[in-house]
């Protein structure tokens, strides 16, 4: 529901009215203006917030298969917080995925960010029915302080609903495309960012179906072309921005499952938290 405003009220009225980058402000501009806020120092600071919180998981190593290409794969990552102890969660296609490169190759080595992480080894859950796309890992303080990354706070009880359709949320993940192996020490990946508003959901899923028609190129770089392959960004958070005590922060709505990309249809969708209990089970 947009707040009510003087008729002629300007940014600066509203400003006057509002604090400012308060919902209630944010809500009371026009759709110009809005464009100018998601174009400016604001939104980039909110992505910058954001992508703190997501991780990369890459693996590799030689084939089996004499003369077949290497296995290289990754995905996308977070740490979640409880109130029980943080844990690492992804998609479980992500962890089969690595299930499957470690049976077909000779040996092979594997990370979460630049720590060593076998994936199996660290297992705590992986969701047994197929929409329940999630899988959890356990973790080392030691580890969390060297990845460097922010941790996701959750809910020691029941999560909150997710965001109704229109809401905006928050993603990232580390793209396939965007990764490049450099000899045999060195990789570097690209991290996309986007925020985008809820399409629909279901008791298990949160679709966000995109409409370039609104999006603001938010660092300068380009928009991607239509189509353009999210592959790797599965794992990755969905987020809901919170304002609370005069700052902005976030609760997880999700993890990522998949990026529909076509030229006529490009929807991302995530699997819902709530499937995530506090010890990193899965229910």
């Given at each position: 529901m947009r707040a009510t405003l003087p008729i002629g009220a300007t940014l600066e009225a509203a400003k006057a009215v509002y604090e400012p980058y308060s919902p209630e402000w944010l809500n009371s501009l026009d759709d110009e203006e809005k464009r100018a806020i998601a174009a400016g120092e604001f939104i980039r600071r909110l992505h910058e917030n954001g992508a703190a919180h997501i991780t990369w998981l890459f693996w590799r190593g030689p084939h089996r298969i004499i003369g077949a290409p290497p296995i290289v794969h990754n995905g996308s990552a977070f740490l979640l917080d409880c109130g029980r102890g943080p844990f690492?969660?992804?998609?479980?296609?992500?962890?089969?995925?690595?299930?499957?490169?470690?049976?077909?190759?000779?040996?092979?080595?594997?990370?979460?960010?630049?720590?060593?992480?076998?994936?199996?080894?660290?297992?705590?859950?992986?969701?047994?029915?197929?929409?329940?796309?999630?899988?959890?890992?356990?973790?080392?303080?030691?580890?969390?302080?060297?990845?460097?990354?922010?941790?996701?706070?959750?809910?020691?009880?029941?999560?909150?609903?997710?965001?109704?359709?229109?809401?905006?949320?928050?993603?990232?993940?580390?793209?396939?495309?965007?990764?490049?192996?450099?000899?045999?020490?060195?990789?570097?990946?690209?991290?996309?960012?986007?925020?985008?508003?809820?399409?629909?959901?279901?008791?298990?899923?949160?679709?966000?179906?995109?409409?370039?028609?609104?999006?603001?190129?938010?660092?300068?770089?380009?928009?991607?072309?239509?189509?353009?392959?999210?592959?790797?960004?599965?794992g990755g958070p969905l987020l809901v921005p919170m304002y609370f005590d005069r700052k902005w922060s976030w609760r997880l709505a999700g993890v990522i499952s998949e990026a529909q990309m076509l030229k006529e249809y490009e929807a991302l969708t995530a699997v819902r938290a709530h499937f995530i209990l506090p010890d990193g089970r899965i229910s």
């Open positions: 690492v969660v992804t998609a479980a296609h992500v962890f089969l995925q690595f299930l499957a490169d470690k049976r077909h190759a000779q040996r092979i080595g594997s990370q979460i960010g630049n720590v060593a992480f076998d994936l199996e080894e660290r297992l705590i859950d992986s969701g047994h029915d197929r929409r329940i796309d999630i899988a959890t890992f356990r973790i080392e303080r030691h580890e969390i302080a060297a990845l460097g990354k922010h941790v996701v706070i959750g809910t020691d009880g029941v999560w909150p609903y997710p965001p109704n359709p229109g809401e905006v949320t928050f993603f990232g993940g580390f793209l396939g495309t965007q990764r490049i192996v450099i000899g045999s020490n060195e990789v570097s990946f690209g991290l996309h960012l986007g925020m985008t508003p809820v399409s629909d959901l279901t008791e298990h899923q949160i679709r966000c179906r995109f409409n370039r028609q609104n999006w603001v190129d938010v660092r300068g770089l380009g928009l991607p072309l239509p189509g353009y392959n999210l592959g790797g960004v599965s």
